[in-house]
């Protein structure tokens, strides 16, 4: 369904409740599963892809739907490899569309027993029992960080350990380090020199672990304050010393006018003049940003040229394609390539666009908040929030947004 989006006041002010870390979330549950001894995970993600991994590994059955969670079939399938079971993996129709070749040709180079169903190098997967030993492996480090992850994860346990050498231009850096970050929390020790990571066989060691609150879904606040004529809004459960390399979005908002404290792991965003923002950014380590950054440079119609987001091309959409289709709606024109976004020019736009969220979270949370520079839009299929952040619309209406429905004999 179709829904209005406005801010009539374009003054955002209140606190707000953040979601658990599904990053987090998701790791902690496949160290869970790997731990001998067991332990506690509190302020657990409710977000569906969070839920649907916390399914498939409690789940009895030899075959498991894990819809379009991305991360899940990443790690699930590093994860299966390993265990005695015979599993066919499988989701949604974009999911079969997203590939996962490096990730099953490095495992069955160690002994796994992975193969297609349908077609080569994309799921759905047969995972048979394997006799997976360790060594060193060669993986394509271009595609993604996940993949990297997933091997990760499972390291500590393999028989003599692992050892990855990694290829190419390494994506998203950050989300390798908060795995091992996690894994050392956990008592896993690492060591990663140049394009080699290394990782001795041993055991995870049981912990107890409060989950922070998710630093990639503060990004949209973060855009809502830069574009709100005034602003103060205070976020709960994030930490400055945070794993997750998503908090790199402080520095970039800084530059667009959202200044920030810590207070008893609180972060208060506030707004303050804006400093002449960059016109060049590469978010090859983080692009998750990458909507909420471009959405955010277009409601204040700063150009900008934004690199490094090749992997944006195999997430729930084709983001790069689905951004300039978009921000089009809104008389932004953009120039794009398979790397790169580039915000040119500005027109106005006629009557109240409908933006579609091409089946995405990100999409759908970095586009409402333009409604502060554009007056009202339409945002179909809301619903697709659930995927990261469940409570989003409801905690826009606590800032001032309101949210309607937009029927046939009214949009």
Avoid at 60 to 79: P, V
Avoid at 216 to 245: C, H, M, P
Avoid at 321 to 341: P, R, V, Y
Avoid at 350 to 375: E, N, V, Y
Wanted: charged share 20%; proline share 3%.
């Amino acid at each position: 369904m179709n829904y209005f989006i406005e801010h009539p006041s374009k003054l955002a002010k209140g606190k707000v409740s953040l979601p658990a870390s599904k990053s987090l979330s998701n790791r902690a549950l496949i160290i869970q599963a790997l731990c001998k001894e067991a332990f506690s995970i509190s302020n657990l993600s409710q977000a569906k892809d969070t839920q649907v991994l916390k399914e498939a590994l409690e789940n009895s059955s030899n075959k498991i739907n894990i819809d379009d969670a991305g991360t899940s079939m990443r790690f699930l399938t590093a994860f299966f490899s390993i265990q005695k079971k015979e599993v066919v993996l499988k989701g949604s129709e974009r999911m079969h569309d997203r590939p996962i070749a490096p990730l099953v040709e490095a495992l069955n180079s160690l002994g796994a027993n992975i193969s297609y169903l349908e077609k080569e190098g994309y799921p759905p997967l047969h995972i048979q029992k394997g006799n997976i030993q360790g060594g060193t492996i060669q993986v394509n480090s271009t595609v993604s960080s996940q993949f990297i992850s997933a091997l990760l994860l499972i390291a500590p346990t393999v028989s003599g350990g692992l050892t990855i050498n990694l290829q190419g231009n390494l994506v998203s850096k950050s989300y390798i380090e908060t795995t091992l970050k996690m894994m050392s929390y956990f008592g896993i020790e690492s060591n990663w020199s140049s394009q080699k990571i290394q990782i001795k066989e041993q055991q995870y060691q049981a912990k107890n672990i409060c989950i922070e609150n998710d630093w990639s879904a503060v990004t949209f606040w973060l855009e809502i304050v830069a574009l709100a004529e005034k602003a103060q809004i205070e976020l709960n459960g994030l930490y400055r010393d945070s794993w997750q390399g998503d908090i790199k979005a402080l520095s970039i908002f800084l530059k667009l006018g959202v200044n920030y404290q810590f207070k008893n792991n609180h972060l208060i965003l506030f707004k303050e003049p804006k400093q002449t923002p960059k016109i060049q950014l590469n978010v090859i380590e983080t692009p998750d940003l990458a909507q909420a950054i471009c959405c955010t440079y277009a409601g204040l119609q700063q150009q900008l040229e934004i690199t490094g987001l090749s992997t944006l091309k195999i997430k729930e959409t084709n983001r790069i394609s689905a951004l300039h289709s978009e921000l089009g709606k809104l008389g932004i024109n953009t120039k794009i390539s398979q790397d790169s976004i580039l915000i040119k020019d500005f027109n106005k736009h006629i009557g109240i666009p409908i933006i579609k969220t091409h089946q995405d979270h990100r999409m759908a949370m970095s586009f409402a908040p333009l409604t502060l520079c554009f007056g009202k839009l339409i945002i179909e299929n809301i619903d697709v929030v659930k995927k990261s952040y469940p409570t989003f619309w409801e905690e826009l209406e606590k800032v001032g947004f309101t949210i309607a429905p937009a029927t046939d004999s009214n949009n």
